[in-house]
């Protein structure tokens, strides 16, 4: 005998696999066990207890068939078989033996298959029923994701963090919104659900104030904060892996299908044959030769228990099969590969719940026939807003004010400042250090400021590098006077805020972004009408030409700088507007030739046309007519010769020409009387002009990484000369006119090939041991009187 225990591994599952179990699964699974008791209980009588009785016919009829049987009723016997004349067997003393035998014979061969299988077939279709059933529990390809699913479920129905989120939420729509410290501590205390009327009420009555929220702390630590974090990038995984298919929805339906139809084959073939099951059977084998007896009447002992049973398995069958078609229409009725979460977006005020799809959607279908609050609770976990806050709090676990004030330090405009970087979010205890002027935000996404801000009473400066950042109205009142410098940094020109265009206090802005190739001719920029206090304007992008708005400001704009990248400026036209221009940068714009827009900036100090293709310099006569130019750079280009009506430029006090590829330089560069700074490094030059001794104002004159042999003597003539850089040439000798410079404070000799220094460097009283670039060698060799005084503090 098989107890029924040992058909449990059939239907059993993991304990948390009831939740995708719904109502008629759980009825089908109790009807199945049902069922299998019928077929149980059928087989064990079936086994343990004789299955037909047969007896010796008397009626000798050729066409023997069960009309003696049927005569076989309990009244009127004897009067029944008057008729009949008596017979007798063969007699062998083998009674016992014999009617074993007849029986045996009878049940195999008399009795019909229906009466005879009967209990095993309940238990064969009970089973087949119970595997269709828990089959996709089973199955890798579904079982894998029911698991996984089935585990992400109870984590996030568990987690403290569901319990805040909702908790929060419907503080918020039973108070409505709130600011300041009241908003914030009835926040906490809904999340709590400990805090009393009272309470609140005492809260509601403080001053109206922007505070951080450190409450909130207390009610998620932080190893409940990173598991909920992790939660959430478990739900996205799961989403995106689940999403993609439909094989859950496909299967369920499929072995729905099958017992639907098990169930109809079930039902047929019992209705017809359930009459087959007789108590009285006729039985003839040809027997006569041992028993005497060819013809048998037999008594299927279990005939009566079996039709009972089997009309109570029909019954269940029945019903089973009620709600396989129920699931059927269920299945197709509705849009389960469809999930709306519209009635908890609803009911907690998340608006930005996904809907979701085929396997994933059937899932919760069926998770909402088990209990909706479950679904509820994990829709917690798919809300981006429910993400951002609990990335808010971890981070406020994280970087508290203490912490923040370490990172303090002072830029290079003297402004305390505070640099983050790579953050998930900002922290609101950034808010709480109001001695901060500069704000540095760099790689941190979707920034909100939240009213906090205004907390930052001496913020001056902000710096926002690929951090997209949104700013509230009553904020953007608030910065709109105070911001005096603002960086932005992103990937195209068009992702910077607007309200950057807004801050009418605004004294220098600076913007680094890429023009879509569609805009990248027009070069549209947003207005700067509003920019009414703006004097520095910084673009670096790969503009075609220089934008049209930069002329909104035309009128009080003293600095542009335009480092294009190496895209080439077309058109500077622009540029004439500019009246009070004081300083102009066009960096790595392509440029071939001075631009002639330039000429007409008669406020025009500093000039820097660095990393273009500057070939020819011949229109730097034109720079006569720029008479505050002061400096002018064009360093990095590829400039062969310096026009000699470089002599006009007497107001020349810084020009830069390293990077480029001179060879000699024009002799009326020494009637620039006024130069004061000298940079001519990186050139191929082999000899420079005596004229530069005429230059008496030169404090800085840099010639390194060149190829000078000798300099000449009337260099020595620049009394004022401070720093002279010479290293990297080919020099074999320094002149001891060198002594003369006794201004200089610092000299590089280093990477020639002297010998030698001169003792009379010692008469240069500012040269110090730290500012003579030179081989230790040459140093070493200098009178010991002479290293003396250098080394002197």
């Not at 089997?310 to 999930?339: D, M, N, Q």
Request: aromatic letters at 8%; charged letters at 25%; glycine letters at 6%.
């Amino acid at each position: 005998m098989i107890p029924v225990a040992e058909f449990k591994q059939f239907t059993e599952q993991q304990p948390a696999f009831k939740v995708l179990k719904p109502w008629w699964d759980v009825l089908a699974e109790y009807l199945t066990v049902a069922m299998l008791m019928i077929g149980v209980f059928g087989c064990t009588l079936q086994v343990t207890q004789d299955k037909i009785i047969c007896l010796p016919s008397h009626e000798l009829r050729e066409n023997f068939s069960e009309a003696p049987c049927q005569q076989l009723l309990p009244r009127g016997v004897s009067e029944q078989m008057g008729g009949l004349r008596e017979v007798s067997g063969l007699k062998n003393n083998l009674d016992l033996q014999q009617y074993s035998f007849i029986n045996q014979l009878c049940y195999e061969t008399a009795l019909h298959w229906y009466a005879k299988y009967f209990p095993y077939l309940v238990v064969i279709h009970t089973l087949i029923f119970m595997v269709c059933t828990s089959f996709w529990f089973k199955f890798p390809g579904t079982s894998s994701k029911i698991e996984h699913f089935i585990s992400i479920l109870g984590k996030c129905f568990d987690s403290p963090w569901t319990t805040r989120a909702l908790s929060e939420v419907s503080g918020e729509n039973q108070k409505g919104p709130t600011t300041g410290r009241a908003t914030a501590t009835v926040e906490a205390s809904a999340g709590s659900g400990k805090a009393n009327e009272g309470e609140k009420e005492k809260v509601l009555v403080e001053p109206e104030k922007v505070v951080t929220e450190p409450p909130a702390v207390t009610l998620l630590d932080k190893k409940e904060g990173e598991q909920a974090k992790a939660l959430f990038e478990k739900v996205k995984k799961f989403r995106v892996h689940v999403e993609e298919g439909d094989i859950l929805y496909t299967m369920y339906i499929r072995q729905t299908v099958l017992k639907v139809c098990k169930f109809f084959a079930i039902l047929v073939y019992n209705l017809v044959y359930v009459e087959k099951i007789s108590f009285l059977v006729a039985c003839r084998v040809e027997t006569s030769e041992v028993t005497g007896y060819a013809s048998f009447c037999c008594n299927h002992t279990k005939a009566h228990l079996f039709s009972k049973l089997a009309f109570c398995y029909i019954s269940f069958v029945c019903v089973y099969g009620i709600t396989c078609l129920y699931t059927l229409y269920w299945l197709f009725h509705r849009p389960l590969k469809e999930y709306s979460f519209r009635s908890v977006r609803e009911e907690t005020g998340m608006g930005d719940i996904p809907d979701v799809k085929n396997d994933f959607a059937f899932m919760l279908h069926l998770i909402d026939q088990y209990d909706s609050l479950y679904s509820k609770r994990f829709a917690v976990f798919l809300s981006e807003v429910s993400e951002s806050r609990l990335k808010q709090l971890n981070l406020n676990h994280e970087w508290t004010p203490e912490k923040l004030r370490q990172k303090l330090q002072r830029n290079a405009r003297g402004r305390l400042e505070l640099a983050l970087c790579m953050l998930p979010g900002l922290p609101d205890t950034v808010f709480e250090l109001s001695e901060v002027e500069a704000l540095r935000l760099e790689a941190i996404c979707d920034i909100t400021f939240p009213p906090g801000l205004s907390q930052l009473v001496h913020l001056q400066e902000l710096s926002l590098l690929h951090s997209p950042a949104r700013l509230p109205f009553s904020l953007q009142i608030f910065l709109r006077d105070r911001l005096k410098v603002v960086r932005v940094k992103c990937e195209e020109l068009r992702e910077v805020p607007l309200w950057v265009f807004g801050l009418r206090g605004l004294e220098e802005l600076h913007l680094e972004g890429l023009f879509p190739p569609e805009l990248a001719r027009a070069a549209t920029l947003e207005s700067l009408r509003e920019l009414k206090q703006l004097k520095v304007l910084s673009l670096r992008s790969n503009a075609s030409k220089v934008p049209a708005s930069v002329t909104d400001v035309a009128g009080h704009l003293q600095r542009l700088s335009l480092h294009n990248d190496g895209a080439r400026l077309l058109a500077l036209s622009s540029l004439k507007k500019l009246a009070a221009l004081r300083e102009l940068e066009l960096v790595a714009c392509g440029l071939e030739r001075i631009p002639h827009a330039i000429f007409s900036l008669g406020a025009l100090q500093e000039l820097d046309l660095k990393d273009n293709h500057l070939r020819s310099i011949e229109e730097i006569l034109s720079f006569q007519h720029c008479r505050k130019l002061v400096t002018l750079r064009l360093w990095h280009n590829q400039i062969a010769y310096v026009p000699e009506h470089v002599r006009k430029l007497r107001g020349l006090e810084q020009l830069y020409l390293s990077h480029n590829k001179l060879e000699t330089l024009p002799t009326q560069l020494g009637l620039c009387s006024g130069l004061r700074l000298l940079d001519i490094s990186h050139n191929g030059l082999r000899s420079l002009p005596p004229e530069l001794g005429l230059l008496q104002s030169l404090q800085h004159l840099a010639v390194s990484y060149n190829a000078l042999e000798a300099l000449p003597e009337e260099l020595f003539c620049c009394r004022k000369l401070r720093t002279l850089l010479l290293g990297y040439n080919h020099l074999s000798q320094l002149s001891p006119q060198v002594g003369a410079l006794r201004a200089l404070s610092r000299l590089e000799l280093k990477g020639n090939r002297l010998e030698a220094l001169p003792e009379e460097l010692g008469n240069c009283v500012g040269l110090k041991r730290v500012a003579l670039l030179v081989e230790d060698t040459l140093y070493e060799g200098l009178p010991a009187e002479v290293r003396e005084k250098m080394e002197e503090e």
